[in-house]
């Protein structure tokens, strides 16, 4: 059930009109069962997977606080993590052996390629989270409905924000409809339907087929394509994260913000602070802070580094590509460290915030082939053409404008315009935003595309 589907908006409306007719007590019955609906409407057989594992994992965080035994955390994380590594890398690993003749395991070979549970790298995260703040005596006492309504709640299951309790426990019972919450919500929808529908979507049609048959391509658009690529994630990913912060508005909650103008950013240390907001803070809090944080040595913070984004990169797929693409970026953050230490965009002049800006650019749109193919054949072919002279090429004005609003929509997210400087205006922009958003839609004959994070 995508988000910019229309089976999604009918599921929504109707789970927001029984939920806001319903009283408040059965309020948080009405959401655990229409996200059960939402995942079971993926597959049934893996909603069961997922409950069951939602029970193990409460089972340890109920022992963890009544007895303070380290076995039931070391059994929770280790059961959890053994879940993610069979399904996403070994269960992918037999199923390439069987493929290729080299073993025959009848068991192995009836499963489909859809054989990756849903959301099983976002809801993993977030119940190991839940296990560890458990044992640091974050909260003392684990309700179960709350549990499992802090790990099925819809808006937020399939891609993140990755939740901690601390944003989810305290508005449980205590949602409320507000023109507040409505004005946003339905501002950040229709962010998330520009950005996934009338720009990702859009770019992804202009660098696909480079992507496909690069060599049939000029040198020039093999570069542009790695930029635009990058912002395709950005704006499909993030706009993910809008309409998954819309819909929780909707519901009287808010979640947490994901993406805050990447691209903008000065400093690798920096982007990291706005890309994949929730990743970036859980990689920091529960791997990187264990392993010693900044409290160490120089050389083991640029092991520390390299390997926790090497590991980042790792958690986004089962290809090797995707642990160079995080072993890059982990190298990038200790050559910024080594020369230059601890950057503050504050304490930097507009020579050192343009020359940073250049650098964060030309170093994510490098790498960021390693995020789109899985081999390094792949990468090979596709860099050999950036040489090329082929007549084909895609820069043109309606592909620059695309990029222009890609730009802009990072520019409002870094001022803040949603949140404040917005506001007074909501009651007439949010008509007006509407109608634009519709007009718009109807004018794009295009097919409803997944979001990129689905797959992971």
């Keep these: 059930m995508l988000f910019n589907s229309i089976d999604y908006f009918l599921f929504f409306v109707g789970c927001y009109t029984i939920y806001w007719m319903a009283p408040g007590r059965f309020r948080k019955y009405i959401l655990i069962f229409f996200s059960l609906v939402f995942y079971g409407y993926w597959s049934l057989s893996f909603l069961t997977h ?31 993590l053994l879940n993610l590594c069979f399904f996403k890398y070994i269960l992918t690993y037999l199923q390439f052996l069987s493929k290729e003749g080299e073993i025959s ?40 409905l709350n549990f499992l309504l802090f790990i099925l709640f819809f808006p ?6 990755i939740m901690r309790h ?24 229709l962010s998330g339907i520009i950005k996934k529908v009338l720009i990702a979507d859009q770019i992804a049609k202009s660098i696909n087929p480079v992507f496909a048959d690069p060599a049939g391509y000029d040198g020039l658009s093999i570069f542009i394509s790695t930029m635009a690529f990058s912002l395709q994630v950005y704006g499909d990913f993030s706009g993910y994260t809008d309409l998954a912060r819309g819909s929780a508005f909707l519901l009287g909650y808010e979640i947490p913000e ?23 803070t859980w990689i920091r809090d529960y791997l990187y802070i264990p392993l010693g944080g900044n409290r160490v040595s120089e050389s083991r913070f ?23 693409w995080g072993f890059l970026h982990g190298i990038f953050l200790a050559i910024e460290r080594f020369t230059f230490g601890k950057l503050n965009r504050k304490d930097m002049n507009t020579k050192q915030k343009i020359i ?94 997944t979001f990129i994070y689905f797959q992971f």
């Design 166 to 189: 601390d944003d989810f426990y305290e508005q449980i019972d205590h949602a409320k409809l507000n023109w507040d919450f409505v004005h946003r919500g339905i501002l950040h929808i």
């Design 302 to 324: 640029m092991f520390n580094t390299i390997t926790v984004m090497a590991l980042a990169g790792l958690w986004h797929g089962n290809t090797y590509t995707f642990f160079i």
């Design 50 to 80: 997922f409950l069951l594992f939602i029970l193990i994992t409460h089972f340890f965080v109920l022992g963890i606080l009544k007895t303070r035994k380290k076995i039931f955390l070391i059994l929770g994380v280790v059961i959890n």
């Design 356 to 449: 940073g800006f250049i650098y964060v650019f030309i170093g994510f749109n490098l790498v960021s082939p390693f995020f789109r193919l899985d081999s390094l054949q792949g990468i090979y072919k596709f860099w050999s053409a950036s040489t090329s002279t082929a007549k084909n090429f895609i820069y043109k004005p309606d592909f620059w404008l695309l990029i222009f609003a890609c730009y802009l929509f990072q520019f409002v997210e870094y001022k803040n315009y949603f949140k404040e400087k917005l506001q007074p205006y909501t009651h007439w922009l949010v008509p007006i935003f509407t109608v634009l958003v519709f007009f718009a839609l109807v004018k794009i004959e295009n097919p409803v595309e």
């Design 258 to 280: 994901n993406f805050r103008s990447p691209f903008l950013s000065v400093s690798f240390s920096e982007f990291w602070s706005r890309w994949h907001i929730t990743l970036s």
């Design 156 to 161: 937020q299951l399939i891609a993140g924000p």
């Design 105 to 144: 395991i009848p068991f192995i070979q009836s499963l489909s390629e859809f054989a990756l549970p849903l959301a099983i790298s976002f809801y993993t995260f977030q119940m190991i989270a839940y296990l560890v703040d458990a044992w640091h005596g974050k909260f003392s006492e684990s309700p179960f």
